[in-house]
């Protein structure tokens, strides 16, 4: 077949990235050229926001998604937060709280919405790192409890020595740092 520049109606093919240009392969070229080459865009009503605390925009009804197919569409696009829930909730909470993790929590208050973190507790380090139980996690489920907040080095071990710039560190890390031994080892001279 012949190929066919169109440029597509809005009502036919157009997004909030501006209106778009669809090439095709028709039979002919002529008034069915429109139809054959533009689609229906997907409209954000058909979209189903799938973060918490979020519900359609009020004009999702004339809101159009990149194309025609329906998972184009985004909550970023389709979607805004619901003000009973605390995905809406843009207040600062207390010191030693932190937001809450489901968002889809209903609220609207630093009450309601703020929660204190969780402790580390017996959250799982991988060697050589140990559990630092001491520690709190960055918000109030254990969803939030990552290794770099919840995992250090043993206290007496070489691992948790910091050596001057001018030596490194002894390459065996279960030596303890109180034995006779020193954790670091200086450079040496060049000759």
Do not use: W
Request: proline share 9%; hydrophobic share 25%; glycine share 10%.
């Amino acid at each position: 077949g012949d190929t066919c520049d169109v440029t597509c109606d809005v009502a036919d093919f157009f997004s909030p990235y501006g209106p778009q240009r669809a090439t095709c392969m028709i039979g002919t070229i002529g008034e069915a050229a429109e139809d054959q080459c533009c689609v229906d865009l997907a409209m954000c009503s058909e979209h189903v926001c799938e973060g918490g605390g979020l519900l359609l925009k009020g004009d999702a009804d004339d809101l159009y998604c990149p194309d025609s197919n329906s998972t184009s569409c985004t909550d970023d696009l389709c979607c805004e937060p619901d003000p009973s829930t605390c995905r809406a909730f843009s207040g600062a909470c207390p010191q030693g709280q932190a937001r809450v993790t489901d968002l889809s929590t209903p609220g609207s208050t630093a009450v309601q919405c703020c929660a204190p973190p969780v402790p580390c507790g017996d959250f799982q380090c991988l060697p050589p790192y140990e559990p630092a139980v001491d520690r709190l996690c960055a918000g109030d489920a254990a969803s939030t409890c990552t290794p770099d907040t919840c995992c250090g080095f043993n206290p007496g071990t070489c691992l948790a020595v910091q050596c001057d710039e001018g030596s490194s560190k002894i390459p065996d890390n279960a030596t303890s740092a109180s034995s006779g031994g020193a954790c670091c080892l200086p450079h040496a001279a060049c000759a």
